[in-house]
């Protein structure tokens, strides 16, 4: 038997017996015990309601925390990556300068060849990949355009010329290529 019955009951035989203030009393009781239950029923819901935001929002924080700690293993290495950059630059200048069939400078060449094969191996193993878009298309997210040239020998917004090359960290760009890009091929005037 539930506690409404219960009351109902007791109303009933407080009504046989008790006079019509009684009853009037009794009811007024009943109305007021209905309304606070009704009060905290509606408190229990609200409570439920907030534990539920609660939770939702703690994992929420939690997925953020955790994307912020993948994205600093990913990422914290890019300042020290850029700086190694151009370490990397300095040395195919060197390798540039040095010609390959003067044997007095062999030794120093083969030196720095293995100096760079080393250091873009370790960049590697980080995720540092170089961008090297000679005879693509301009990509400007990926590409800043140097110059534009007139050249027959390529399709119009092609890299024709690598100035620098580019790198990016899992995908990340840490400095764009520097490129010469074509026009396409001179327009010739036919009614000169």
Known sequence: MSDEQKV?????EQAETASPEEVS???????VAGDALEAANKDIADLKDQMLRMQAEMQNVRR?????VEKAHKFGLEKFAVEMLTVVDNLERALAAATAD???TQS????VEMTLSGLLASLAKFSVEAVDPQGETFNPELHQAMTMVESADAEPNTVINVMQ???VLHGR???PAMVVV???????NENA
């Open 182 to 188: 074509s026009k396409g091929a001179p327009k010739i």
């Open 8 to 12: 109902q009951e007791e109303l009933q």
């Open 108 to 111: 120093i060449r083969e030196g």
């Open 102 to 104: 003067d044997e007095a």
């Open 64 to 68: 953020r925390a955790e994307a912020d």
């Open 173 to 175: 760009l840490l400095r």
């Open 25 to 31: 009393d009794a009811a007024e009781s009943a109305d």
């Open 165 to 167: 090359k580019g790198y």
